[in-house]
């Protein structure tokens, strides 16, 4: 795999197959072998956020292996420690070297079940998920494992096949570099994440072919007039306000995996999908109206508007803070504006 980790396209070798005639079509295995060394590698460049990205191909067993068979591939390969035992490529279920020896170290383990099928001592409840399961929910579900003392390799699928398979530790290892890139990419102010990582959610959603997803984009009217007025703290604590309508609308509105993020400045984004894109909309321009008065003294709310002189010295009058908000999806095109 030394090749394909330096970007090669194309290659020959015995892992493809051997000399011989010529054949139309690589052995599905080998193929998932190879996307799954691909992905590993570019896991370690990007920090890809899917348990398939991380997961890494080991060979499967059979369900119609002995467990002799097992112990010998344990011996053979002290690299290896956990098998996913197989029927027609779809996991059935997880031999761990530790809980095998254990087993078999028993006073009468090795006679009782060295001749035995494989099924009579495999994990037939593994932690099985799909290629493109969120590793921070991954991570949730391990840590409640290992509060049971159990840490056993996490199974990947690829739509129901056997992909490859992710430990513990890689999961652990790869779930605090997420944690460190989102800290350096969030605003300092509301903590919400970055232009990184909306990037890196829009490229994520748009590489999936049968993803739809909608992105508002959030900007506060006549903000730079308040914060001319009132001074940089109360725009503080406007674009606090807005962070803080827009993570409960989103939770009551939206979806476990909406991103919330904001651009900088009084500019923000949510990426939901479309079913949910004009509720949250609606929600938060509702929510907003209902609370921006209170940012205002009383002779300001009282008049409707406030009065500052710009850089030429010349008075104007700007109405209270309102919000707009543009949607895009790459399903439909929507827009949404609101003006007091």
């Not at 593994?126 to 056993?152: M, S």
């Not at 984009?217 to 803080?244: C, P, Q, S, T, W």
Request: one cysteine or more; proline letters at 3%.
């Amino acid at each position: 795999m030394s090749l394909r980790n330096m970007g090669c396209d194309y290659g020959q070798g015995y892992l493809l197959a051997r000399p011989g005639k010529i054949i139309n079509e690589i052995e599905e295995s080998i193929k998932t072998q190879i996307v799954s060394y691909s992905n590993y590698h570019l896991s370690n460049c990007s920090h890809s956020k899917t348990v398939g990205a991380i997961s890494v191909y080991e060979n499967p067993g059979d369900i119609s292996m002995k467990v002799k068979e097992v112990v010998s591939i344990f011996n053979s390969n002290q690299n290896i420690n956990g098998i996913v035992i197989c029927e027609d490529r779809i996991p059935a279920g997880l031999i761990m070297r530790d809980r095998l020896f254990a087993m078999l170290g028993t006073r009468y383990g090795y006679d009782v079940f060295i001749k035995r099928p494989v099924k009579y001592i495999m994990d037939s409840k593994p932690l099985v998920l799909p290629w493109d399961y969120p590793i921070e929910a991954a991570a949730q579900r391990v840590a409640k494992r290992i509060d049971k003392g159990i840490t056993d390799y996490i199974v990947v699928t690829l739509d129901n096949l056997y992909y490859g398979v992710v430990s513990v530790a890689k999961l652990l290892d790869s779930m605090a570099k997420i944690q460190v890139e989102q800290a350096r990419d969030s605003n300092p102010l509301t903590g919400l994440p970055g232009n990184r990582s909306i990037t890196e959610r829009i490229i994520g959603e748009l590489d999936q072919a049968d993803r739809v997803m909608t992105v508002l984009y959030l900007d506060l009217d006549n903000f730079k007039a308040f914060n001319d007025r009132y001074g940089f703290e109360h725009g503080d604590k406007a674009i606090l306000m807005v962070a803080e309508i827009m993570r409960k609308i989103v939770s009551m509105y939206g979806n476990k995996d909406d991103l919330i993020g904001h651009i900088g400045g009084d500019d923000f984004a949510i990426i939901t999908t479309p079913d949910k894109a004009d509720s949250i909309a609606e929600m938060i321009i509702k929510e907003f109206d209902c609370r921006v008065v209170t940012l205002y003294d009383n002779e300001d709310r009282d008049k409707g508007f406030i009065s500052t002189i710009d850089r030429q010295g010349q008075l104007f009058s700007y109405p209270v803070m309102s919000i707009s908000i543009a949607a895009v999806s790459n399903e439909t095109m929507l827009s949404k504006t609101t003006c007091n």
